[in-house]
C-alpha cells in the first residue's frame, strides 16, 4: 500500500463537489450559475476541514464564488456553523440574497438566523429616554425620529437598517439603541420586548448563523475572560474576508476611551432623572463638568498630531492638566451617582459606566488603581460586560487619535495570536479562513502567524477569468522616486494618456490624502473632460453611485476604496495605484509592532511591512476585474516595482496579468488592438 497517496475525499466532500458540478443541484437551480474548477476543489477542501474539524486557510481568486463554496458544505454537513464577513452590508447580502438561493437549491430545510451587534437594533428604553428630549439639531432630524418612533410600533426585527433614509452615521442612532454600558439587561422594563434578546434566541436556534467579524470578535474577546458568550456554541467557523481580521483582533484584545461615551454618560445620567425627579439636583451640575472636561481635553490636545502615542500627549503641559481635570470630573459623577445607585437600574448602570471610565483612563494614564472598586456593579446581562484590562505583562502600546471633536485613547495589544489560538482551541471546531487576499507570492506564512494557526491546511483556489485577454498590467517608464516633491504632477503626466486611451472610467488609488488632493487640484486646472469624484466632498456610496451613472468619470480615492467596492461592467476599465501602500509612518500601532519585531530579533519589513503592503495592493488591484466581461488595465506607478528587488514579490502576488511599459499597448487595448504580451514570471524578467 502507498502510504504516501491522499486520503480519500469524504462523502460530504464529494456531496459538495457534485451540488457545484455541471448539471448539479446549483446548476439547476440557480440561473446563470456557472460551474467552476476552482469553485468546486474550494468547496471539497472546506468540507474535509468540517469533517476532521480542522483549520483551513483559503485564497479564492476573484470571481471564485467562494460564497457558494462554502455554504454547500455548511448546509449539507447539518453542523452548527457560524459565518463571519467583513461588514454589516457583506453580511446582509449573504443573509438575504446568497444563502436562501443555495439553500433552495440544495433543499435543505435548516433553520438560519441573521445576528448583529446590538448598535444596529433598536432599543425601547433609549428610545422612550428620547422622547421630549432638546437633543434634536434640526426640524428633519425631529421628523426623522418620529418615523422611528412609529416604524418601531410595527417592526418585527427591530433592525435599524429597515428605516429608510437613517444613516450608520446620523446622531439618531446612539439616541435609539444601546450600548454595553448603559444597557439595563434583565432590569430593563422593556426586557421582554428586547430586540436584541430576541436575536440572540434565534441565533442559539439556529443551524447557521451569519454575523460579521465585529460581533465575532467580541465574542472571543468576552470568551477569552470566560464571561460567557454572544453567539452561540458551534461545531463551524467559517471567516470570509479574513484578511481584515488580525488587525481588527487588536481593538477588540484592546481597550479604550473616547469622547463619545464620556458625554453620552452624563446626558443619561441626567435623562434617568425623569424615572426620579428629585435626582436632578444632584447630577445637573456633575453631569455638565463631564461635558465640560471632556470638551476642554479635545481642545487641549489642539497642538497635538492626530495620532501618537501616550508619550508623545504628556510632552504637552495642557493636555496632562486637562486629562486629570477629566479624571476629577468622572469622580464627581460617581460621587453623585452612588447615593441614587438603589433608585432606579439606570442610575446603577450609570455608576458602572463612571468607575470602568476611569479605571480605564487611569490605566491610559499608567497610573496606580487601574483596577475598578471590587464593588462595582456587574450589569444585570453578564453577556454584555466590557472584557477586562489587558494584563501588565502583555506587549501592548497605548495612543490617542483626534478626530475634528472627539478623541479616543487607545491602549492595543501587538499580538494577538495567542488569545485567538486559546480560544480556538477551546472551540474544538472546524475554521475556514477565506478571502482573496492572504497569500503572499503564494505562501500564508504571514497570515498564519498572525492568527497562530499551526500547521494549517492552505489552498490557492485561482480566479477563473482569463487573464490575458480581459486585463494588462501597465507599468510607466520614467516616474521620479515616490518621495520627491514633483511626484504627482508626474504620475499624471504618466496616466493622463491612459485616461484619454480609457475614455476616462477609472479610479486612482492613493496611498495618502494629500497625494489625493494634489491630483485632484491638477486634474480640475487641467480642465479634463471626464467628470471627478473626489473622496471627502461626498459620503463613499454617493460618490460611488455617481461614478457608476457617469459612465466616463474618474474618482479619486484613498485606502477605504481599496476593498469592499464593486464596479462591474465598462464604468471601471482602468485602476491606478499611485504607490505601494506601505503603512502609514504616522500610526503608533504599526510603529510599535515594528519595534516589537526588533526587539525580538525579526526583521520589520520582511516580517510585517512588506506582507502588509502586499495585501493592500492585492485589495486594490482586485477592483478592476469584477466579472468574465470586464477588460481592464491596472496602472502601477511606483518605480520601486522594478528598481527594488522586493518589487517582485509584488508582482509575483498578482494575477498573472500581462505586463508592458508601452503607452502603445494600452491604447491597442482599448483600441482593441493590443498587441500580445507575454506574462513574465517575474518582474526582473520582464524588466
Known sequence: MDDTAPPAPSRLALAAREALEEGGLLASSIEAFAPRSAQQALSAAVAEAFQSRGTLIAEAGTGTGKTFAYLVPALLSGMKTIVSTGTRALQDQLYHRDLPRVRDALGVGLKTALLKGRANYLCHHRMHLAKGEPRFHSREMAAQFQRIVAWAGRTRMGDLAEVEGLGEDSPLVPMVTSTTDNCLGSECPFFSECFVVQARQRAQSADLVVVNHHLLLADLALKQEGFGEILPGAQAFVVDEAHQLPDLASQFFGEALSARPLVELARDAVAECKEVPSALASLQEPARELEQATRALRSAMDDLPVRGTRQRASELDASEAALEALAQALAGMQA??????????????????????????????????????????????????????????????????????????????????????????????????????????????????????????????????????????????????????????????????????????????????RALREVAALLRAADVPWPLFVQGEAPRGLLLERFRASGNGVLLGAASFREGVDVAGDA????????????????????????????????????????????????????????????????????????????????????????????????????????????????????
Open 336 to 513: 453623585a451617582l452612588e447615593p441614587l445607585e438603589s433608585a432606579a437600574p439606570g442610575f446603577e448602570a450609570c455608576l458602572f459606566r463612571a468607575k470602568d471610565h476611569a479605571a480605564r483612563l487611569r490605566r491610559w494614564r499608567d497610573l496606580e488603581g487601574g483596577e475598578p472598586p471590587d464593588d462595582a456593579p456587574v450589569p444585570a446581562d453578564p453577556d454584555d460586560r466590557a472584557p477586562p484590562p489587558l494584563p501588565d505583562d502583555v506587549d501592548s502600546v497605548r495612543w490617542y487619535e483626534l478626530s475634528a471633536r472627539g478623541f479616543r485613547l487607545s491602549r492595543t495589544p501587538l499580538d494577538v495570536a495567542g488569545p485567538l489560538a486559546e480560544h480556538r482551541e477551546r472551540s474544538r471546531a472546524a475554521w475556514v479562513f477565506t478571502s482573496a487576499t492572504l497569500a503572499i507570492g503564494g505562501q500564508f506564512d504571514h497570515y498564519a502567524r498572525k492568527l497562530g494557526l499551526q500547521a494549517p491546511r492552505t489552498l490557492l483556489a485561482p480566479s477563473p477569468f482569463d487573464w490575458p485577454g480581459q486585463a494588462l498590467c501597465y507599468l510607466p517608464k520614467g516616474l521620479p522616486e515616490p518621495a520627491s516633491r514633483d511626484y504627482s504632477a508626474a504620475l499624471l503626466d504618466a496616466v493622463r494618456p491612459v485616461l484619454e486611451a480609457s475614455a476616462g472610467r477609472a479610479f486612482l488609488l492613493f496611498a495618502s490624502h
Open 572 to 687: 471601471l476599465s482602468v485602476v491606478v495605484i499611485d504607490k505601494l501602500p506601505f503603512g502609514a509612518p504616522d500610526d503608533p500601532v504599526f510603529e510599535a509592532r515594528l519595534e516589537s519585531i526588533r526587539r525580538s530579533g525579526g526583521n520589520p519589513f520582511r516580517d510585517e511591512q512588506l506582507p502588509q503592503a502586499v495585501i493592500a495592493l492585492k485589495q486594490g488591484a482586485g477592483r478592476l476585474i469584477r466579472s468574465e466581461r470586464d477588460r481592464g488595465v491596472l496602472v502601477l506607478c511606483d518605480p520601486r516595482l522594478v528598481g527594488k528587488s522586493y518589487g517582485r514579490v509584488f508582482l509575483d502576488s498578482l494575477p498573472p496579468l500581462p505586463r508592458s511599459r508601452d503607452i502603445d499597448d494600452v491604447r491597442g487595448f482599448f483600441g482593441g488592438e493590443c498587441r500580445p504580451v507575454v506574462p513574465a514570471p517575474t518582474g526582473e524578467d520582464l524588466f
